[in-house]
């Protein structure tokens, strides 16, 4: 295999290989996606190509395939126009055109006569050393490679993806006997980097890891479900953030991934896995007669739940006893209530299951089968405990894989319940238990290791060494200081990290002085600054609760103060002698996108929202965040000294408070400028950002100068704002308060109430922004606005 794959093909357009390609796409790597023949031409209809009409309609079920893409949600690109990557073609008339790709991956229908047969029609037309994948999700691939000519079977082996594709990181390897280990380490390599996935190596065993546990917990959450009584949705109360698991919990997620499909992965497993699970995998009655009614979940309109649009919207929930639809339950779990004010999932998940009502009864059923399962699987699906925990939280998004949280609830009171319970454990866990071992996982200096099913032995973890993990440099005293909401911490090679800890990383006072701080520290005894951290979000805006209470005992000074030292913050940042490199993930939300705008170079992961949102909150961007996209769309679309279209673009991405869904979107938005880059891999973001801060101080950084001028409309730019808001609001399209706003937004972007078009300094628009903020923190609409997003997270149109 070749370390770079120029392109790709996929045979099979199903809604898999047209989501695999459209990642490949993600990722500015071409496919060439291909399909049988449409029935009624695959019936005789049509012997050859005579001509392009003949070709399209011979094409029609890829190309229909590759055209959802565009209308899929969530959205498998990360821009409309990467489509243009994939090619389309058919099993008949392309199959030479095989030639052209590096790894040719096989998607089609989950039999295997049939998966053989395509594989033996292309298979001659491979290049020497192309790879060949199977996207199977539970066949064996052993004799799929039997089945292969000899010279390819070391070139062959299983890449499961898991859907969808862009947005779901685990990549399960599984080699064949015949597999060679170049094949398999290229492989994994290039998916790592190029494709961001977090690559897992799997044996060639019925439904290999994730599957195999997750379908194993579905299944035991059913049956102690009935055991105990509960609604359907109190069993999504339970085994959603509670259990440290999303918050797709267990019905939201079946409904997600098709009833029909859990209850033939199930029974697939209980066919092919001879194991102590006994008649488990056996889908439960009511899933039978789901089926049979159509109530599939999401791709039926109706599963577990079902949403309505009237005569109310609201989503209805099933009775597992009738089959019948009706209004939701608040869950009768009041145990649950406690759990929502503790953030760290061990803790969660130690609360939960050693409290003594219903609760606490019915997720220790839940959970207490699957630790056992796995520790039974270990040596089977998987060589260590911490290849299993890996690809369960990378695959069903668990914050804790089953390892971990049996360290986390403890290893020895566990295992004697499991015992007690009467659950079978291997061997390898009676010698752990047997030596006084206080956990699964340990630390021989440096080093975590992990157990493996040979007793008494543990094989360190292997970490990848492009993943940067902040704790693990807090914890060997890399910190370099601290308060409560930001942290400056040494990467090693004389850069420095600034890090956000506070509740959803948002930007408060203590924040603010420490990106002021961090500013002098790197001048003084840095080469560069990261701005980054591990959190779930780069930074999800301002503090609204402090801002809130201001505004509610009417401190105008205390805002003022707040604001304007925000404004500061950022004015060093982005005039800091060293370079400053930010690197957004997930949310980068008001404040935090102005800290985006003000860092000299931006590495973001590839999935990274960004976007000036403070019009949801009844206010303006006010951290220099309307300065910022404003200069920036100034020097991209003004011709001469007409900056009408630098304004009007500023307007509507702030005004319609757009967020980018990718960070390619970023750069379209002008929150990234064309030479910002992104890591497909989000692991690898705090490496990949410290090397390019690195290159900038190498290079001889020199900090930006302020511009002494910037070109505004003045009141004729007012003017044609406020013209539009009328419009607008008289089409319906915004409220009376979205006016207001709108008004004073525009009265920023225009540079006031001055004469134009003219020329005003990057102080005076600073001073607008802090003013117009100032003004909507008085109005009772704004204190709406902020009241309903810190109660239902939702933005509200009054």
Not at 104 to 114: F, L
Not at 268 to 287: H, I, Q, W
Not at 330 to 344: F, M, N, S
Not at 498 to 503: G, I, N, R, T, Y
Request: contains cysteine; charged residues 25%.
């Amino acid at each position: 295999m070749k370390r770079h794959v120029s392109k790709v093909a996929i045979l099979g357009s199903g809604v898999m290989g047209s989501t695999i390609a459209a990642h490949f796409a993600n990722a500015g790597i071409p496919s060439l996606v291909l399909d049988i023949l449409p029935p009624e031409l695959a019936a005789g209809g049509k012997e050859a190509v005579s001509g392009p009409t003949d070709r399209k309609a011979r094409n029609r079920l890829a190309d229909a395939a590759v055209r959802n893409l565009l209308k899929a949600r969530p959205a498998p690109l990360f821009i409309p126009s990467r489509i243009s990557l994939i090619e389309t073609g058919n099993l008949e008339d392309d199959l030479t055109r095989l030639a052209e790709a590096d790894w040719v991956i096989e998607v089609v229908r989950e039999e295997m006569a049939i998966k053989k047969k395509v594989l033996a029609d292309v298979t001659p037309h491979l290049r020497p050393d192309a790879v060949l994948s199977s996207n199977t999700s539970g066949l064996s691939l052993t004799e799929v490679a039997e089945s292969l000519p000899e010279t390819l079977r070391e070139r062959f082996l299983g890449t499961h993806f898991f859907n969808p594709p862009r947005y779901m990181k685990l990549l399960e390897v599984i080699p064949t006997p015949y597999t060679s280990s170049r094949v398999v380490e290229l492989l994994s390599e290039f998916a790592t980097i190029h494709l961001g996935k977090g690559v897992v190596p799997a044996k060639d065993t019925p439904n290999f890891i994730a599957n195999r546990i997750g379908i194993h917990s579905l299944m035991a959450t059913f049956r102690a479900m009935r055991e105990e009584g509960l609604t359907v949705e109190e069993v999504d109360a339970l085994t959603g953030p509670a259990m440290a698991r999303p918050k797709t919990a267990t019905f939201r997620l079946a409904d997600l991934v098709g009833v029909d499909v859990i209850a033939l992965v199930a029974r697939n497993v209980g066919a092919a896995a001879k194991d102590e699970s006994g008649t488990l995998f056996e889908p439960p009655g009511f899933m039978i007669q789901m089926i049979e009614r159509g109530l599939l979940g999401h791709k039926s309109g109706q599963g577990f739940y079902k949403k309505i649009q009237k005569p109310e919207r609201k989503i209805l929930a099933l009775d597992l006893e009738t089959l019948e639809y009706r209004d939701p339950i608040p869950p009768a779990l009041p145990e649950l209530a406690d759990l929502a004010r503790i953030a760290g999932p061990g803790q969660r998940l130690r609360t939960l299951v050693e409290g003594t009502g219903r609760a606490a009864r019915a997720a220790w059923k839940m959970l207490a089968p699957t630790l056992a399962y796995s520790a039974m699987r270990v040596g089977e699906i998987a060589d260590d405990v911490e290849t299993i925990d890996r690809a369960m939280r990378l695959g069903y998004n668990w914050e804790l894989g089953p390892f971990e949280a049996w360290d986390a609830l403890g290893f020895r009171v566990t295992t004697d319940r499991l015992r007690a319970d009467g659950h079978p454990l291997p061997p390898w866990v009676d010698a752990l238990h047997e030596g006084q071992a206080e956990s699964l996982y340990a630390r021989e200096g440096d080093t975590l290791t992990t157990p493996v099913v040979e007793p008494g032995r543990r094989r360190p973890v292997i970490s990848d060494s492009r993943a940067i993990e902040l704790d693990d440099l807090r914890r060997t005293e890399h910190e370099v200081r601290r308060n409560d909401s930001a942290s400056l911490i040494d990467l090693g090679e004389g850069v420095l990290c600034l890090e956000f800890h506070s509740k959803m990383n948002a930007v408060d006072g203590r924040t603010i002085e420490m990106m002021s701080a961090a500013a002098d520290e790197a001048e003084a005894n840095w080469q560069a600054l990261v701005v980054a951290n591990d959190g779930d979000y780069f930074c999800a805006g301002a503090d609204l609760k402090l801002l809130a209470g201001l505004a509610r005992n009417s401190d105008w000074p205390g805002i003022e103060r707040l604001v304007r030292s925000f404004q500061r913050a950022n004015d060093r940042l982005e005039r800091c002698a060293v370079p400053v490199v930010s690197a957004p993930h997930g949310l980068a939300l008001g404040g935090g996108c102005e800290i985006v705008l003000s860092s000299d170079a931006v590495r973001a992961a590839a999935e990274s929202y960004v976007g000036l949102v403070e019009i949801g909150a009844g206010l303006l961007p006010a951290g220099g965040g309307c300065l910022r996209l404003y200069k920036r769309n100034v020097a991209r679309q003004s011709e001469g000294r007409d900056v009408y279209h630098a304004l009007r673009s500023t307007f509507e991405t702030i005004g319609m408070a757009k967020v980018s869904t990718s960070a390619e979107e970023a750069l379209g938005l002008g929150f990234l400028r064309p030479h910002d880059t992104w890591s497909m891999n989000r692991s690898h973001l705090i490496h990949d950002a410290k090397q390019l801060a690195l290159a900038k101080a190498h290079a001889g950084y020199r900090p930006p100068r302020a511009a002494t001028e910037l070109p505004v409309m003045g009141r004729s730019g007012l003017a044609l704002i406020k013209a539009a808001l009328v419009n607008m609001g008289e089409g319906r399209y915004i409220s009376d308060y979205d006016r207001t706003i709108g008004r004073e937004l525009g009265r920023v972007l225009a540079g006031g109430e001055v004469a134009g078009p003219t020329t005003v300094s990057e102080q005076h628009l600073l001073d607008l922004e802090v003013e117009g903020f100032l003004r909507l923190c008085g109005e009772p609409k704004t204190h709406e606005r902020i009241e309903a997003l810190l109660k239902t997270g939702k933005p509200l149109r009054n």
